[in-house]
């Protein structure tokens, strides 16, 4: 079955679906996005990430597309046109087609696309054994917080990731201080269980996952720290995992092939994992 688009006022199937070759999102990567898990054809904290979306288009200066409202009913439309259950959806906003210039022309509508993914279930595997991350330099720019389209150095990160057989690469800025990763935020526990990630500043995207979870945490009794976090320090954690939308929670065993703690998921990460999939279901 064709997959049915949202782009800039109509629902149109996947092979029509097509944005001008003079967008900016196109030319100049100049635009924002958002990626939300939906679980049983809901969007899972919808709130939280046009909230996000509203902080990414003002820091670009980039009006809403559309009111928040229409946007959420836009997302819904583009859920029951696709009949996603469990999936995600993807929303791109971009300032808009205009002819090539720098700088940035007056009154250029936004563009604005929706498509909706489903996904099957989760690989077992993961949660069970955890995953591998390698390290690599940070060479991103100064406004991490904004969840802007260019993503060249995530994806040759990913890639890189991906040939060494690691599940992502975790960024080390100049300071030896693991950022996030190309696709989540990366955390680590300490021998006292307390619960350690990078504070939500520019260096990182303020993650929606990382937010829930810092208050599934709280909420579980644990001791959850903003603070920057070395190699050396999460190569000695007795724990370490990630989490992002699409991963939720995953247990990272091994950092650059040497080991974290025992070298298996531990029970700090396991119960984050639990509390986010009820948080995510439900139940
Ligand atoms: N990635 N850090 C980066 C660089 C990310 O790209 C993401 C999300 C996160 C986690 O954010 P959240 O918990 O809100 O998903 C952290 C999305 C899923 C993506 O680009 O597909």
Same mark, same amino acid.
């Given at each position: ?58 820091? &670009? ?41 720098? &700088? ?117 009794? &644990? ?61």
């Amino acid at each position: 079955m064709a997959r049915i688009a949202y782009v800039n006022g109509r629902y149109v199937t996947g092979d029509l679906a097509a944005v001008s070759i003079e967008d900016r999102g196109y030319q100049f990567a100049d635009g924002v996005y958002e990626v939300i898990w939906v679980q049983q054809g809901k969007p899972v904290d919808l709130e939280r990430h046009f909230d996000r979306l509203d902080c990414s288009l003002d820091s &670009l200066n980039i009006p809403w597309p559309m009111s928040r409202r229409a946007l959420g009913v836009v997302v819904g439309e583009v859920l029951r046109r696709n009949f996603t259950r469990n999936g995600h959806v993807y929303i791109q906003a971009t300032r808009g087609a205009a002819r090539r210039n720098h &700088l940035v022309p007056e009154g250029t509508a936004p563009s604005l696309v929706v498509t909706a993914s489903r996904e099957g279930p989760r690989d077992a595997a993961i949660q069970d054994q955890g995953v591998g991350v390698i390290t690599i330099p940070d060479i991103r720019w100064k406004r991490c917080d904004i969840k802007s389209i260019a993503l060249l150095p995530n994806i040759l990160g990913k890639q890189k990731a991906s040939r060494e057989k690691a599940f992502d690469a975790w960024q080390v800025n100049g300071h030896d201080i693991i950022t996030e990763g190309t696709t989540t935020n990366a955390w680590i526990v300490d021998e006292k269980d307390e619960v350690i990630t990078h504070p939500a500043n520019h260096h990182i995207l303020s993650g929606i996952t990382r937010r829930v979870v810092m208050e599934l945490a709280e909420e579980g009794g &644990l001791q959850v720290t903003e603070r920057p976090f070395t190699v050396a320090e999460a190569r000695a954690a007795s724990e370490a995992f990630m989490t992002s939308t699409t991963n939720y929670v995953v247990p990272v065993v091994s950092i650059d092939g040497h080991k974290v703690g025992d070298g298996r998921p531990g029970p700090v990460t396991r119960g984050l994992y639990e509390r986010y999939l009820a948080h995510v279901t439900g139940e």
